[in-house]
């Protein structure tokens, strides 16, 4: 059995105070009129741009962004402007429009980390299914430890429930389509509110929330009663059924669960390979996170049958899907790029322009690093450079919600500042103090597996 | 290098693992070793050094690359630089999402192609190449392990084989 160390206690603790106390200041700090939004611009950017935020002058920028798409830059701003529901850039409208980004900020960076740790849980479970549907004779020695993090999965499910009402009931900007005022005067979202719309949108999210969990329920039980009565592998083949179940479930409601979390953010725009892209995404956490776990129990000593061959696995898989998700990514970019129809474009343009360092930097870190890191098999067998690539693949596709999320919420204001990061450390503490106490729960071997022995002996 | 070396064959993957450590133990420097298919772990047995195959293709994989984008770069930037369809070709990293599916291909390319050659360069393999297999039944059912034998006793090795579980054991005279 797992015991807890006292670190292990305390230090969630710590990073759940610290990051509730740095997002209360986020959101205390977040402008409430437009008086202090021009305080605020003239202080920040005094320098660089002096009196440059009358409109005219923002619009000139606008234009001189990329010289590739110019012509479509028009559009793109027609475009940001209907979303925050305006029509114009005259007088106080943009300083409206900043203030509406900057109210807007905290939030985002809270929706940004929520939804990131509970894709890592929900990666997790997609790759455990998985393990149990193909009969994966390595990773039985390693299922309790992805029990143990999708143990966040209901967690984590209900916070971001919690934030997706809250939008839904108006507390936030988040979603421009659940604002009626935008919806009035906007054709394209009128004809997609038959989806988009707050009732369907939340039970939709309960629905998805609800099977996941109680997919992650019934697992574990079945695992730990496989434990218990092994005879005839009862609850081995009942797991079985109900993973191969579970994953054509997943395999829709991810898809759908893009859209309507994701997607969403804008309404004007769809892809239709995103749904890949954004599981491709979590899979790859989920599975960096689980090599993160498993490494830090053998360092304690708590998994002594996993050996370097497992950690080997794990970090094919990690290089693996870290090309995959890159090639999803590309495959969406170029397509996109490549016929330039504004409709579509604008998604990458607003990107470019505003988070050139975000959306291009999280290439090196999601597929230039990992693949030249771990292209070498010996460096697969090495904890820390495991850990070292975990841990860069990990901030990379944070980065890669951020540079989803944030364009269409907060727009050119955007910043990693302390609302940002006090969200990361929250959703850590509470992350770790989850899935750590989950690991104290059970036997972290699953004795009773029919493939634990094979597990025990693999190596590569 | 051996003028005469003991031919001794077996007839299961798992008789021959174990009378190759045993080989080895008893410092005896086996030559060669002939098996109808790959018998994992017989390369760490025999302590066969790995193969560097795999840097070959990456560095393979290198020039690929490097001939694509030079090769793109000549011909759609600096050459001729038209404007097809509107796209950019002020510089090479402006239109360089189309040029990517090349690039990607022609890395794959160079990068399995020149290692299949290398392979077969290091391993002496050509159409019309006469067969270096001492018998026939190695390529069907049984494997044989060559052992010098000019610097030992042959009896006493003969002796050795045969508690191993040879089947069978010949002298031969190596050209």
């Excluded at chain 1, 670190?7 to 008086?35: D, R």
């Excluded at chain 2, 022609?106 to 006469?130: C, D, G, N």
Aim: glycine share 6%; charged share 15%; hydrophobic share 50%.
């Amino acid at each position: 059995m797992y015991t807890l160390s006292k670190n292990l206690k305390l230090i969630p603790i710590i990073l759940m105070v610290v990051g509730a106390i740095g997002l209360a200041i986020g959101f205390v700090s977040a402008p409430s009129t437009i008086e202090e939004v021009k305080e605020h611009l003239a202080a920040s950017h005094h320098d660089d741009h002096g009196a440059s935020h009358a409109p005219a002058a923002t619009h000139d920028s606008h234009a001189h962004g990329g010289d590739t798409h110019a012509d479509h830059k028009k559009d793109a701003h027609g475009h940001g402007a209907a979303e925050a529901g305006h029509d114009a850039h005259g007088g106080d409208k943009h300083y409206e429009h900043v203030l509406h980004q900057l109210q807007n900020k905290p939030w985002a960076a809270l929706y940004v980390a929520a939804f990131f740790f509970f894709m890592i849980a929900l990666g997790v479970l997609a790759f455990y299914a998985i393990q149990f549907a193909a009969q994966a004779g390595w990773s039985p020695l390693l299922l309790r430890v992805m029990e143990g993090i999708t143990a966040y999965l209901l967690p984590g499910g209900i916070i971001l429930f919690v934030i997706l009402a809250l939008s839904g009931f108006h507390m936030n900007h988040l979603f421009v389509w659940m604002d009626p005022e935008v919806v009035a005067h906007d054709e394209l979202i009128q004809g997609k509110s038959g989806w988009l719309n707050v009732p369907f949108f939340l039970i939709r999210a309960a629905i998805y929330i609800g099977v996941w969990s109680l997919y992650r329920h019934f697992a574990v039980k079945y695992s730990r009663n496989q434990d218990e009565s092994p005879e005839g592998n009862v609850w081995y083949k009942k797991s079985f059924k109900l993973s191969a179940v579970f994953l054509v479930f997943f395999i829709y409601s991810e898809s759908m669960m893009s859209w309507d979390w994701i997607m969403s953010f804008d309404p004007h725009w769809f892809s239709t390979l995103f749904g890949w892209y954004v599981f491709a995404s979590l899979f790859v956490s989920g599975i960096t996170v689980i090599a993160l776990v498993t490494i830090y129990l053998k360092s304690k000593g708590y998994l002594e049958q996993v050996n370097n061959s497992h950690i080997h696995d794990l970090a094919k898989f990690m290089f693996g899907i870290s090309v995959f998700w890159t090639y999803l990514w590309f495959s969406q970019f170029m397509l996109i790029w490549y016929s330039n129809i504004p409709e579509e474009v604008t998604y990458f343009i607003t990107r470019i322009n505003d988070y050139k360092l975000p959306f291009f930097g999280m290439l090196i870190m999601n597929f230039l690093f990992p693949v030249l890191v771990m292209i070498n098999t010996d460096y697969k067998r090495i904890n820390w450079i495991v850990v070292m690539a975990g841990i860069v693949i990990l901030l990379g596709h944070y980065v890669d919600v951020y540079n989803m999320v944030m364009p269409a919420t907060v727009g050119q204001s955007w910043f990693i500042g302390i609302s940002e990061i006090s969200a990361v450390l929250l959703f850590l503490g509470i992350f770790i103090f989850v899935v750590f106490n989950a690991l104290t729960k059970a036997p972290l071997v699953p004795k009773g597996n029919p493939l634990l022995g094979e597990s025990k002996h693999f190596h590569y | 290098m051996a003028s005469k070396v003991v031919h001794a064959y077996y007839l299961d993957d798992e008789v021959l693992m174990d009378a190759v450590k045993a080989l080895k133990i008893k410092h005896y420097h086996i030559e060669e070793v002939f098996t109808p298919f790959p018998v994992h772990g017989l390369d760490k047995l025999m302590g066969l050094p790995h193969t560097r195959l795999a840097i070959c293709s990456f560095l393979y994989g290198l020039v690929g690359l490097t001939v694509a984008i030079t090769m793109m770069n000549y011909i759609m930037i600096e050459d001729w630089p038209q404007d097809i369809g509107g796209k950019p070709s002020f510089s090479y990293i402006e239109n360089l999402p189309s040029f990517v599916p090349i690039m990607f291909e022609l890395t794959v390319f160079f990068a399995a192609h020149l290692m299949v050659i290398t392979f077969y360069m290091r391993s002496k393999l050509w159409p019309f190449k006469k067969a270096e297999n001492p018998d026939e039944r190695t390529t069907d059912d049984h494997f044989l392990v060559e052992v010098d034998a000019s610097h030992t006793d042959v009896d006493e090795l003969t002796a050795f084989l045969k508690d191993t579980g040879a089947v069978e054991i010949n002298l031969k005279d190596k050209e």
